[in-house]
């Protein structure tokens, strides 16, 4: 069966200083990978997706950025965090093209900024 | 741009009760829409996907119903149970890789 994991579950971040949070997938090849961040009084909101190793689509301008170096491995890193960055960050991964497919959810990041 | 709203923002209902949580969408071309769960600090759950040519799912006491003309979905829960309490999120699926648009949800307190 498929899982998915990330971590680590919580954090705590001076402003300014770089941020890495890692997703990784088991149990499938070649998924869609999903960064989405809630942040308070907000919905969830599409960060980066991926397709492919190497291939990263973003969704909205911000201070972030996503890797995807292997197969079935999600980073979301920034240089300098800023106070907006805080938010419980989630990993999903689905099929392949898989816009008809359910995705399915890691159990989040939760991240402090102070 | 496609807007996702879900009504209400909460709701409190006491066990038992058959209830119905509602979203709409402003944008009709979606490829599907599902309904997650998440609970306190969590992840999401995948409840149910309705194809966008499909009409309704169902997956036990759950129902959800999509009419897609008019923008809109219900899931429908029937017989609620303190188990079921949790936060319900609406989300449409904007293209072929899947990109999600989230409601910001409805939370559901079942009291005993």
């Known amino acids: 069966s498929q899982t998915i994991h990330q971590w680590p579950a919580t954090l705590v971040q001076p402003v300014g200083s770089p941020l890495s949070l890692e997703c990784t997938v088991e149990?499938?090849?070649?998924?869609?990978l999903y960064w989405y961040r809630q942040a308070a009084g907000r919905g969830l909101q599409l960060l980066f997706y991926?397709?492919?190793?190497?291939?990263i689509s973003s969704e909205v301008p911000q201070n972030l950025s996503a890797s995807r170096p292997q197969d079935r491995q999600f980073i979301l890193s920034s240089k300098k965090l800023l106070l907006s960055d805080s938010g419980f960050y989630l990993c999903?991964?689905?099929?392949?093209?898989?816009?008809?497919?359910?995705?399915?959810f890691g159990d989040g990041t939760r991240l402090s900024i102070l | 741009k496609q807007e996702v709203t879900q009504i209400p923002a909460a709701l409190s209902v006491p066990e038992g009760e058959n209830l119905v949580l509602n979203c709409s969408f402003t944008?009709?071309?979606?490829?599907?829409l599902q309904w997650f769960r998440q609970d306190p600090g969590k992840g999401l759950t995948s409840l149910l996907l309705?194809?966008?040519?499909?009409r309704e799912q169902t997956s036990g006491r759950l129902n959800a119903s999509l009419d897609k003309s008019s923008g809109r979905s219900t899931l429908y829960i029937a017989a609620s149970q303190p188990g079921d309490s949790a936060t319900y999120l609406c989300a449409v699926t904007r293209g072929s890789q899947g990109n999600l648009i989230f409601g910001k949800g409805t939370k559901l307190s079942v009291k005993p």
């Open positions: 999903a991964w689905s099929v392949h093209n898989g816009g008809n497919q359910p995705q399915h």
């Open positions: 309705i194809q966008s040519s499909q």
């Open positions: 944008d009709s071309a979606i490829y599907n």
């Open positions: 991926s397709i492919g190793i190497g291939q």
């Open positions: 149990g499938t090849s070649n998924p869609n």
